[in-house]
């Protein structure tokens, strides 16, 4: 499965690192996973989870918050209001380099953060908690030995999950802000909870405070026998299945939305063909007056694979205007002609190695046609079809000099 490293940059303009999980096939959304509480991106049940959603066509991008991982930054310097600032940060990575997130999830205290955080993302349609607390300030209890201590002096060092942290008075005081679940009532955003009855560090209760909060639609799953930390990875998996097939009630609705909207205000003119970007790298929309597709270029080449590249639709345009060509010939000469299959190649080619090649130019583009003709057809017919396949009208203007003028529009 491809995996892409992601860096970007902090509000104080330190590196955080993460990884984008990308589906071999079509990329149905991009996902935005926070961890629990110093946790890092490498943590067993997000790297689970985001795998097990990549195969199901959704991206996920996990990365470490500041100070943690192999994200810069100094850990005792961060609270809950800058893993909210990493998160915004790490959503317009995704925005600038692929596609704004559609579907934000958070594990422990990282599912609090994506539920303080949806309403500044806007392209955000649904939110999914993995045994997260109502509010940040449930963790205080964390650092309840601690108070006293940073009353003295300016920083203490404690024990989390087997890990010493430095940790500053300000991250504690930090936590009063996030001590209500108003956000969680106008979040505006399809909900999902996942929560285990038996979680020892997030009681399930807090379950029941986002859920009550929270308006519709909502939706609540037991994880009946899981640890906090899903340490099964039968119960990462569950997670995956059941998130991927909630979300894509509310992916899939926007996507068949942005379809019919862009064919009912699309004003493109029958005869012309329009090409606007969907994203800040290679994806872009095509559209006609009635139709529309998705060009991009592949994973390897930094896109996301999400239609043909530009060479395909070439070869695609040909190859079609091929078979249309041979199927009316055959049907107006009554050839049984049964099925027509056409294998294109795109490469270049040294002008030396070309018998009709201009030799001025060092290298020339070629393009290799296979048709397959399935039928009873004799040999008189078949080299006739073959003919007619150079005939095709895309085949004529591919031969003849094409002139390609291009100006500037103030409006299309």
């Not at 309840?144 to 002096?153: C, F, N, R």
């Not at 909060?213 to 609540?220: E, G, I, L, T």
């Not at 006609?288 to 639709?313: C, K, V, W």
């Amino acid at each position: 499965m491809p995996r892409i490293e992601a860096s970007f940059s902090n509000q104080q303009g330190e590196s955080l690192t993460g990884l984008l999980e990308i589906p071999v096939d079509t990329v149905r959304s991009y996902a935005l996973f926070a961890h629990c509480f110093t946790c890092s991106k490498d943590n067993l049940a997000a790297a689970r989870i985001a795998r097990a959603l990549a195969d199901l066509g959704i991206a996920v991008l996990r990365f470490d918050f500041t100070g943690l991982g192999n994200s810069k930054g100094d850990f005792s310097s961060t609270n809950f209001s800058s893993n909210l600032q990493d998160l915004m940060a790490a959503a317009n990575y995704l925005e600038q380099q692929y596609a704004a997130p559609t579907l934000l999830i958070g594990h422990s205290l990282g599912g609090s953060a994506v539920l303080a955080v949806a309403q500044d993302l806007p392209a955000v349609k649904a939110v999914v908690t993995i045994g997260a607390p109502a509010t940040a300030a449930h963790i205080k209890h964390l650092f309840a030995d601690s108070y006293h201590a940073l009353t003295h002096q300016p920083s203490v060092q404690v024990e989390l999950g087997g890990r010493s942290f430095n940790i500053q008075r300000q991250f504690i005081d930090d936590l009063e802000k996030y001590n209500s679940v108003a956000h969680i009532q106008s979040l505006k955003k399809a909900l999902l909870i996942f929560h285990s009855p038996l979680d020892k560090v997030v009681s399930i209760d807090e379950a029941a405070r986002i859920f009550t909060a929270a308006k519709h639609p909502k939706s609540f799953v037991s994880l009946d026998h899981a640890d906090h930390l899903l340490s099964n990875p039968e119960d990462s998996q569950y997670v995956a299945e059941v998130l991927s097939a909630w979300a894509g009630r509310y992916l899939k609705t926007e996507r068949i939305e942005a379809k019919t909207e862009a064919a009912e205000t699309s004003a493109v003119e029958p005869g012309n063909v329009m090409v606007r970007e969907l994203d800040k790298k290679f994806t872009r929309e095509i559209l006609t007056h009635q139709h529309r597709l998705i060009s991009d270029e592949p994973i390897a080449m930094g896109g996301a694979n999400l239609g043909f590249n530009p060479y395909e639709l070439l070869l695609a345009a040909l190859g079609s205007c091929t078979s249309m060509t041979l199927r009316m010939y055959a049907n107006h000469k009554q050839i049984d002609l049964q099925e027509i299959r056409v294998v294109l190649h795109h490469n270049r080619i040294h002008a030396e190695d070309c018998a009709n090649c201009d030799k001025s130019t060092p290298t020339t583009d070629k393009i290799i046609r296979k048709i397959q003709l399935i039928g009873n057809l004799d040999e008189q017919q078949r080299a006739r079809l073959l003919e007619i396949a150079n005939q095709c009208p895309v085949h004529k203007t591919l031969k003849s000099r094409i002139e390609v003028e291009t100006t500037l529009a103030e409006s299309l």
